[in-house]
């Protein structure tokens, strides 16, 4: 096998390992950020750790997303099984797919991490308004939402 006809499988594996990866990275962060700050308020009142750990959770989601749609394209490509006759067309293909989640998956973490940041600030004052703070951070979860319908769709779309 020369190194033209690794191209294809090379840019697969890139897509599905943005795809996977960047996600991972903003939740890792996002998850981080609260659990920080969920830290500093259950040292005052240890009470509050389920309200919080439900915050914490949120940003985690994206990570899941990004799994998903490796998982997908890994699929979908036939690298599952061992199949590396990608043409640097699909390759390609299958890397500008995996941006949807990548980039959206990156930030949408970060930002709902910190949305979820100051609903751990939020419950500390009032722990009655714990709804009120997973909303605010939910609403971020519907661009993950998004771009991992749009990255799915495009996967089935093309394979």
């Keep these: 096998m020369s190194f033209a006809d690794l191209i294809g499988p090379v840019l697969t594996l890139l897509g599905a390992g943005l795809a996977a990866t960047l996600p991972g990275i903003g939740s890792a962060k996002g998850v981080g950020a609260v659990g920080e700050a969920a830290a500093g308020v259950i040292t005052e009142d240890p009470e509050k750790f389920g309200k919080l750990l439900v915050l914490q959770a949120l940003p985690g989601t994206q990570g899941i997303y990004g799994l998903l749609s490796w998982f997908m394209i890994m699929n979908s490509s036939g690298l599952f099984s061992g199949q590396l006759n990608q043409t640097w067309q699909m390759g390609f293909m299958y890397l500008l797919v995996s941006m949807p989640i990548a980039v959206v ?55």
Excluded at 136 to 145: K, N, R
């Design 105 to 159: 998956g990156y930030f949408s973490a970060i930002y709902q991490g910190k949305v979820s940041e100051a609903g751990c600030a939020l419950v500390a004052r009032r722990p009655e308004e714990q709804a009120k703070a997973i909303v605010l951070a939910a609403m971020v979860e519907t661009y993950a939402i998004l771009a991992l319908l749009a990255t799915v769709l495009a996967v089935l779309i093309i394979s």
